[in-house]
């Protein structure tokens, strides 16, 4: 009965995010072209080199050709050494800037019917922040639907990012799968259908190995969130040594750190289905664990390093948990943020990852605490050669699109990641735990033209990224917004990427007019309204 019971909540998990309107069929970039040029841009590679530059990168078609330097900082370049342009070319003068491989979201849904996140809203978010490739982790529109945007995509025919589509285990299964070989033959027609991997959330250990086991065996990766509801039986060292690719966010990880108990230490009055509840015992989950360079820590950490396995913590889409006042005034709310989308944010006992129902100092401390061990654990297994990835999550618990993506790279940041191995997770590392390190990922002769160009050094300060771009104050004393991504490049088409994301401001503007919706803090006005005037 339990494993009816977590498939049952978890089909329901992605029923909540219902079927959103498709993308319309307008691709809003130029190209492929037969020949682009880059020239003069300082490259930030993705493989962990430092920066270099000037270089001209040649594009033909859809794959880099050559990548030259072609002098030397603050020298005039020599023209007559520099690649030519071919008829029918196209070049971009990127003197003074950036360029980078494309980001790889790792844990990116595609928008939600709850939220009012449709199709085109996400991607041009997503595009605008430089995202070119995103793993759907649940194809909650459907396998079909996604398959059929991620066509799309590859066909340069919508303005979207690369998608991989990893089905919920069980996805489309008129009953539940109660044996080793119904898993066995769900997983077999799955990979039939296109997928390109499953999303488990946690099942009892032999039918999870066996699902685990015949997708390894198909050549299909995976991923897991492993929910408290099989966590006790099942924890991310089994799931990883019968299979699984990846893991997204940490459940798993502690209560396989545990030392002396099984399970976690809940509360006697505890319900999972009140996300109070969840979310707030799970800020006390890291402390159960053992502690740091412990003998079982390591151990753990190596058991996992031995099977190449891939962690993608998904930092921010739990950093309301700590700060939830500021997650929830985060700038671009008012500019980007859809009133549907805002109202699903509100504190709720029905929505997923509103669970704001009375969130006070001492959730937010153990929360803290919560983040320094976990991310103690992370910056290590990085330092010791494990694989790290950068996944957003958003469009739930007050982390918007894109914006989520790049307070990603932050966190990583905080947690110890050296600039240039933050964008190394957000890049080529995602390349390899989807398999396509041959193709995308860091921008290197004989690889598809999946780049970003920005005017600022990220490696400075990773603000530069956002939509929003980074305050600065300038030597006249004057204050300005500096940096967002210039270009995003996929696929060898070229997009402007603020302008994608003056397409979402006029967007959420019109929504937000025909309602006459502004934003308001939960509660404040009903509360001021109260006050006694003397």
């Known amino acids: 009965m339990r494993l009816i019971a977590i498939i049952s909540l978890l089909l329901s998990y992605t029923l909540l995010l219902g079927q959103v309107k498709e993308a319309p069929l307008i691709q809003e970039g130029e190209g492929p072209f037969n020949q682009l040029i880059i ?49 029918g070319g196209k070049e971009i003068q990127a003197e003074g800037m950036y360029l980078l491989p ?74 539940p799968i109660s044996t080793p070989e119904q898993a066995r033959t769900w997983v077999q027609t799955n990979a039939r259908n296109g997928a390109d991997g499953i999303k488990f959330f946690g099942l009892s250990p ?53 030392e002396n108990k099984r399970i976690q230490d809940y509360p ?57 006042q500021r997650a929830r005034r985060a700038e671009w709310h008012e500019t980007f943020t859809l009133p549907d989308l805002w109202r699903f944010y509100m504190p709720s006992k029905i929505s997923h990852g509103s669970y704001w129902h009375f969130w006070g100092t001492e959730e937010e401390v153990d929360w803290r605490e919560n983040y320094k061990l976990w991310m103690t654990f992370i910056n290590e297994y990085k330092n010791r050669g494990g694989r790290v990835t950068a996944g957003s ?68 300060n990773l603000k530069v990224l956002y939509g929003t771009g980074a305050i600065k104050l300038t030597e006249d004393n004057e204050i300005v917004r500096v940096g967002g991504v210039q270009y995003t490049i996929k696929d060898g088409v070229v997009y402007d990427a603020k302008q994608l994301l003056e397409d979402v401001r006029i967007l959420v503007e019109e929504k937000k007019q025909a309602e006459g919706f502004k934003i308001n803090q939960p509660g404040l006005d009903e509360f001021f309204k109260r006050i006694e005037r003397p």
């Open 268 to 324: 006697l009055d505890y319900n999972y289905q009140n996300e109070q509840h969840r979310f707030g015992e799970a800020g006390r989950l890291w402390k159960q664990a053992a502690a740091p360079y412990s003998d079982h820590w390591n151990a753990v950490m190596q058991r996992l390093l031995d099977q190449d396995f891939t962690l993608d913590p998904t930092f921010n889409i739990y950093e309301a948990s700590r700060d939830l």
């Open 39 to 87: 020239r003069g841009a300082t490259l930030i590679n993705g493989a962990g080199a430092p920066p270099i530059g000037p270089v001209d990168v040649i594009v033909e078609n859809n794959i880099i050709k050559n990548i030259k330097v072609v002098g030397y900082p603050g020298v005039e370049i020599n023209e007559e050494k520099r690649p030519k342009l071919q008829e």
């Open 206 to 258: 032999k039918i999870f190995d066996a699902a685990l086991r015949e997708n390894k065996k198909l050549g299909l990766r995976s991923a897991c969130h492993h929910a408290q509801l099989e966590v006790a039986r099942w924890n991310v060292v089994n799931s990883a040594e019968a299979g699984l690719t990846s893991m997204e966010h940490w459940y798993g990880l502690p209560e396989a750190l545990f």
């Open 393 to 460: 999550d958003s469009g739930f618990i007050f982390q918007l699109y894109g914006f989520g993506y790049i307070r990603e790279l932050e966190l990583l940041r905080e947690a110890g990641f050296h600039p240039l191995e933050v964008i190394r997770s957000a890049t080529l590392h995602g390349a390899e735990a989807l398999g396509l390190e041959d193709e995308i990922g860091s921008v290197e002769v004989g690889k598809k033209a999946d780049m970003i160009l920005i005017k600022e050094n990220p490696l400075e």
């Open 102 to 175: 494309g980001f790889v979201d790792m844990h990116g849904h595609i928008g939600g019917k709850s939220q009012g996140a449709d199709a085109e809203y996400v991607f041009k978010l997503w595009m605008g922040h430089g995202i070119t490739t995103i793993r759907d982790p649940s194809c909650s529109n459907g396998l079909d639907w996604t398959l059929k945007h991620k066509k799309l995509s590859e066909e340069n025919k919508i303005t979207a990012p690369r998608i991989m589509a990893y089905t919920v285990f069980g996805q489309g299964s008129d009953d």
